[in-house]
């Protein structure tokens, strides 16, 4: 959907992983991912990028990995061994990007998260609340955020952001 | 076109011409102008009737204080009454219209409450009215609520768009006058990001209706240049139409902005209610003129004297052709002046100081040491009397009793406004995050205004560490401001307004002490003083100093009534915002959805889920047909029910299996892989919590499901439970519910439908090799990855088969194709909630909170060989007595009795029917197509020992009293053969 200078679009063939730290074994699997990935284990509340992966770390614990190269679970799994706890969880979401100059505004009426870029900068990830969806917030760069809501509620959370982007344009 | 009160200058676009209706009239303004200000421009001097006694009213101020001007804004079901005509902006086709009157706003019949005022004091109707007491609620009560009130709901629902946001900023400045703009300038030259807000459309607050000077030159100009630096400051936000309605904890306050009527479409909002998340706020809100109660006060054009000043300076409408001041502070005299400037008449200046300045104004007769006692001509003021008997002709009155720091958003969290002596006025309360400046603060002059604002500022930003720059603030002359405080003319024999929202007089007020009131509180809900949607922003002040002098104390040990949000009333359609309709809440589809709906499907809502409840052919007409036949279908041959929903858990770690051992009752421990083990999960005082099967797909690997209802708080417990109970075990949990699209495949030739081309043929499903209580994971459909639970819920031979929600809707198609040759049959909730009751399965009505695993027939589950959350209290002696409730099944005696509603309680045969002799309650019903009669399912004291008894059940809601007997709550295949074959 093409708003005025606002673009929302479904990002199709995503793979998004849970991968869990089992305990006391963190320093076995950031030293895997390091290596397979070449990627440091980001802060909570922060990612780590590749070309097409994303590492968002949810919290002390857990990170959810985005692939967007076509990564299969299977193949997470032989990239990783033994070294942590991976659960599919593409089909629990739906994806959304919303980009174009006005995309804070549209997400000023929705999101109780501060997007400016002093507080919410490129990279940066967020778990939050948006029109009673949960929803997982990423700041892509600029004016883009990608949008992650639970994929049974997806025409409602759909419903939100037209929404917003319609009232604002 | 009558616009002969319209004089030069002004703040007005004169380019722009706007046409608008009142009363049904066509009217012209132009760009700029309020409602009240084009009324005033046309010649409108009556534009609303009194709320009690029906007289008639003209405009009062020029804000948000307005008490009198509430009209009728728009028409139909966009109608929105009691709007305040002096804060509605003037737009092209604006209609309104008066309100709370019968016949005609100038010719009201109510207005017979006006001579029967006597009777109508405070208070009349908690004394009158009293005889016969039937009368009140049938004849008094809606001849009384239909003659009072203000405007009227249209009756329709309200077709307006609305929204919601949230805002963020280091600090929120509210008011956009000399202090705010000085302090938001100042703020984001220091590099904050600011919020100004103002209620206004046009910014400057009363600079724009004054005529002062700032660094040598004209405050309108200092406005707009002061403006043009904030709009071009990318970290201030300059937000006008915004009221800021409320300060609640942490720094958050409420605001609701309205979208300008010119850029306004019908598609769009024309609210948006806004949540404000500040570091800091600084209030600069000004301050509001209050009024001084004398005879007949009420008269319209009579009006506050900025309000005046306001109308002729922004609004270049001049309010009258002779105009008379009656003032007791210095700033009344700037009317005068202000007036003249203009060549406006002024009949006379009447100061009640003697000692009033000794200044002549030139064209104005100075008037020191009178008051006013009363004021002539019902619908338009013709003359004033004075206290020395004279009486002075004018069509307009100018009154200004001092001026009221604008202090309400300060008490939002409790605190009290302090009494100043040297203003007579509230000044407000210290409060953290919140600071004050300028008006509101009790400074008054312009001068000394922006000094205050530019330090606050300056502090502000050096406590959130920003740096602010170095300067000093623009100057201006510092006006004259003293009063000698003056609230009633005692010499008035007329009634003398306090409250003219509310009808509220003095008499009232000393009524109310008289009769004993004391408390200020007591005060305004007796004589609804402060009430109303101008809560009392003119006349609190005035009713409390009466107050004080009936009791003789003064005004601060009186103490005031506080203020609460909103400031400004706020519509019901704003807090609602875009959450109408279908989009109240979000609600939740399975990804067969589609495919139901194509099958007709009627749906429930099962939390925010929508499942199919049946699916009705063309030929029935009754629900009962759909599920009746789904049932016998099921149990005859095969069904495909949607069981998505069901909440799943993912559960990993080196000690998920003890993890598990411990949150359920029965063991779990040694569940072996490829095995689904049904489970009862208790609370912590050993009532169950809730119920569902867990299967082990690997050594470390489980998935829970749960019931749809209880996915969320059994996550979260096990989430407790992980975290705080047991924080050094290896145990991951996360949701997948969303992620697998899930379908019972029940019935006798369940089996032959799936190897009919749904699960791939390498795996062997059959009975021997994939028994009941089998799980695997495999490939259906030719690869696609699939996990297969071998599990009944209707007591059928059954499998749930899942699969990733992207190939739901396929699969659930796919199953429909491939039970072509056994009748396969979609079977809904409804058909689903028959089978389990014929079966016995517990579900949602009986784990209720109030039963036990025992109560359920299920205490042999609470494994004693391990610990469990729940298993010490479970032990409780009351939980175990003998003859305690049971699950148990019912058949009515008379098969032909329909058991139509749950809930009926459970009386011997000859006991009456109360709570002594309860002895339980039903829990479920059904009528079972594969019985031929109604069944249930409920509790009844004594359980098993009673098999055969005959009870009632008794029902006094639906007035049902039927016979039941006490029978087995396993009514099909109790020995569980149909499941494992």
């Known amino acids: 959907m093409r708003h005025g200078d606002l673009l929302l679009e479904e990002v199709a063939q995503c793979r998004l992983f849970s991968l869990s730290i089992p305990m006391g074994e963190d320093q076995a699997l950031k030293k895997k991912i390091e290596q397979t990935y070449e990627l440091a284990w980001p802060q909570p509340g922060k990612l780590a990028k590749s070309v097409d992966r994303y590492f968002m770390a949810m919290n002390e614990e857990q990170l959810f990995a985005l692939f967007l190269d076509g990564t299969t679970e299977q193949d997470f799994q032989n990239q990783l061994g033994n070294t942590g706890y991976i659960t599919d969880q593409s089909d629990n979401w739906c994806y959304l990007r919303l980009s174009g100059p006005t995309s804070r505004a549209a997400l000023e009426r929705i999101c109780p998260i501060d997007l400016h870029p002093d507080m919410f900068n490129t990279h940066d990830v967020a778990r939050t609340v948006m029109e009673h969806c949960g929803t997982i917030l990423l700041r892509e760069g600029g004016d883009s955020f990608l949008l992650l809501s639970a994929r049974s509620s997806a025409k409602s959370f759909l419903h939100a952001i037209e929404q917003s982007v319609k009232n604002i344009s | 076109m009558t616009e002969g009160y319209r004089i030069e200058g002004g703040l007005i676009n004169r380019d722009k011409k706007l046409t608008f209706s009142f009363n049904g009239q066509k009217k012209y303004g132009y760009q700029g102008d309020s409602l009240a200000s084009a009324l005033l421009a046309s010649g409108d001097t009556i534009v609303a009737r009194s709320f009690k006694y029906h007289r008639p009213r003209g405009i009062f101020s020029a804000g948000s204080e307005e008490p009198n001007a509430l009209v009728h804004l728009g028409r139909g079901a966009l109608c929105e009454p009691n709007t305040k005509a002096t804060t509605v902006e003037l737009y092209d086709g604006l209609e309104a219209n008066p309100q709370n009157y019968r016949l005609s706003v100038h010719f009201d019949l109510m207005a017979i409450n006006d001579f029967l005022s006597p009777l109508l004091t405070a208070g009349f109707y908690y004394k009158t009215f009293m005889w016969p007491k039937y009368f009140w609620e049938k004849i008094y009560e809606p001849i009384i609520r239909n003659s009072a009130g203000m405007g009227k709901l249209s009756g329709h629902s309200d077709p307006s768009h609305y929204d919601k946001g949230f805002l963020h900023c280091d600090l929120l400045i509210i008011g956009a006058g000399p202090a705010g703009l000085i302090a938001a300038l100042e703020a984001g030259k220091a590099g904050l990001r600011v919020i100004l807000a103002d209620e206004d459309f046009l910014p400057g607050g009363r600079l724009n209706s004054e005529t002062y000077q700032i660094d040598q030159k004209p405050a309108t100009l200092w406005i707009e240049e002061t403006v043009e630096q904030l709009r071009n400051m990318p970290n201030i936000r300059l937000m006008t139409r915004m009221t800021v309605y409320g300060c609640y904890d942490h720094g958050i306050y409420g605001a609701v902005e309205q979208i300008a009527p010119e850029v306004l479409e019908k598609s769009k909002p024309r609210q948006i209610l806004w949540r404000i998340y500040s570091k800091r706020a600084l209030l600069c809100a000004g301050a509001i003129e209050r009024s001084i109660a004398f005879g007949n006060n009420d008269r319209p054009a009579i009006m506050l004297a900025g309000a005046v000043r306001a109308y002729v300076n922004r609004w270049a409408v001049a309010p009258g052709k002779a105009i008379g001041i009656f003032t007791n502070n210095d700033d009344g005299w700037q009317t005068a002046r202000d007036l003249r400037a203009k060549n406006i008449p002024v009949s006379a200046l009447i100061d009640t100081r003697r000692d009033a300045s000794d200044e002549e104004i030139d064209g104005v007769e100075i008037i020191r040491g009178e008051r006013i006692t009363d004021c002539m001509g019902r619908k338009r003021l013709r003359a004033v009397k004075l206290t020395n008997g004279r009486l002075i002709a004018m069509d307009t009155l100018a009154v200004s009793g001092g001026w009221n720091p604008n202090i309400h958003l300060t008490c939002h969290q409790g605190a009290k406004a302090v009494w100043d002596e040297k203003i007579s006025a509230f000044l407000p309360a210290r409060l953290a995050g919140l600071s004050v400046a300028g008006s509101a603060n009790g400074t008054f002059a312009l001068g000394d205004v922006l000094k205050e604002a530019y330090q606050a500022a300056q502090k502000i930003a050096k406590d959130l560490d920003f740096t602010p720059r170095a300067g000093k603030p623009p100057q201006a002359n510092n006006e004259a401001y003293s009063l000698s405080p003056l609230w009633h003319v005692k010499e008035s024999r007329k009634r003398a307004w306090v409250d003219l929202q509310n009808d509220v007089t003095y008499k009232d007020i000393a009524l109310a002490h008289q009769e004993g009131f004391r408390s200020v509180e007591h005060l ?9 949607t101008d809560q009392g922003k003119n006349s609190n002040v005035i009713g409390l100093a009466l107050m004080a002098e009936q009791r003789g104390l003064p005004i601060e040990k009186i103490g005031t009534t506080s203020f609460r949000p909103p400031y400004t009333p706020v519509s019901i359609g704003a807090f609602g ?20 709906e194509e099958r007709n499907a009627v749906f429930v809502e099962t939390g925010q889920w929508l499942r199919a409840q049946w699916f009705p052919l063309a030929s029935e007409t009754h629900w009962r047909q759909s599920v009746d036949r789904e049932v016998t279908m099921i149990r005859a041959s095969v069904g495909i029910c949607d069981v998505t929903t069901l909440g799943k858990i993912d559960i990993q770690g080196r000690d998920s299996a003890p993890f598990l051992n411990r949150v359920y009752a029965n ?15 208790l609370r912590e005082d050993g009532i169950s919590m809730d119920d569902g099967t867990t299967a082990r797909l690997a050594e470390n690997h489980f998935v829970m499901t749960t019931t749809t209802a209880n996915a ?5 417990h096990l989430e407790f439970c992980r975290q705080c109970l047991w924080p050094n075990d290896d145990v991951h949990l996360i949701s997948t519910t969303d992620g697998w699209a899930q379908y019972a495949v029940a019935g006798p030739n369940a089996r032959k439908l799936l190897q009919n081309g749904i699960v791939d043929k390498i795996f062997d499903i059959s009975n021997d090799a994939f028994p009941f209580m089998g799980c695997a994971n ?13 599990i009944s819920f209707s007591g059928e031979l059954a499998y749930e088969i899942a699969v990733p929600t992207r190939y739901g809707n396929s699969l659930v198609r796919a199953l429909m194709e491939a039970g072509k040759n056994f009748d396969v049959t979609p079977y809904g909730t409804e058909a689903l909630g028959v089978m389990r009751i014929e079966k016995g399965h517990p579900a949602g009505n009986e784990l209720n909170g109030r039963t036990t695993a025992r109560h359920l027939g299920m205490e042999k589950m609470v494994s004693k060989k391990k610990d469990c959350i729940g298993n010490v209290l479970s032990e409780r002696p009351y939980l175990n007595r003998e003859n305690d409730y049971r699950l148990m099944g019912f058949k009515p005696v008379d098969r032909k009795e329909i058991l139509s509603t749950a809930g009926s309680h459970f009386i011997a045969i000859g006991d009456t029917p109360n709570m002594d002799n309860d002895q339980g309650w039903m829990s479920s019903v059904a009528f079972s197509p594969t019985l031929g009669h109604s069944i249930g399912l409920g509790f009844i004291l004594g359980g098993e020992q009673r ?6 059940a008794f029902d006094p809601v639906h007035s049902k009293d039927i016979p039941v007997e006490i029978v087995s709550p396993h009514f099909i295949d109790p020995e569980g053969k149909r499941m494992r074959a």
């Open chain 2, 778 to 790: 495999i490939t259906v459909c030719n690869g696609v990855l699939a996990r297969l639970f071998r």
């Open chain 2, 577 to 596: 915002g875009r959450s109408r309709g279908k989009n109240f809440r979000p609600y939740r589809l399975t990804p067969s959805h589609q495919w139901a």
């Open chain 2, 667 to 681: 063991g779990f421990a040694k569940l072996p892989v490829g095995k689904v083990r049904y489970g009862l999960m």
């Open chain 2, 947 to 952: 098999i055969g008894e005959t009870v009632r």
């Open chain 2, 712 to 716: 969320g708080t059994v996550f979260r």
């Open chain 2, 524 to 532: 305004k809900r007796y004589t609804t003083l402060g009430m109303g």
